[in-house]
């Protein structure tokens, strides 16, 4: 069981953004975002989106840097992907 975050290149309301996700469960991604402080509504189906300010705070939370073609690919691979 891992969350993974890519980095933060994803510009977007004046700042950058990552992509948190599990490549095993969501309640697994939904606790990593309660510990680093993510709010509910930056969740969007699969993944939540993670400002720039709080990427070194998933790591320390557990979160796996990986770029985003392994995010991509693990997503796909867990059968979490929603399109």
């Known amino acids: 069981m891992t ?7 994803w510009p977007g309301w004046d700042t950058l953004w990552s992509h948190l ?3 095993s469960s969501l309640e697994e ?24 300010k709080l990427y070194d705070q998933a790591i320390a939370c557990g979160a796996e840097p990986v770029e985003g073609r392994e995010l991509i690919r693990r997503l796909i691979g867990s059968g979490l992907r929603k399109r």
């Open 21 to 23: 996700v599990s490549d």
């Open 29 to 52: 991604l939904h606790e990593t975002a309660r510990a680093i402080g993510l709010p509910d509504h930056l969740f969007d189906q699969d993944h939540y989106d993670v400002p720039i």
């Open 3 to 9: 969350v993974l975050i890519d980095r933060p290149i």
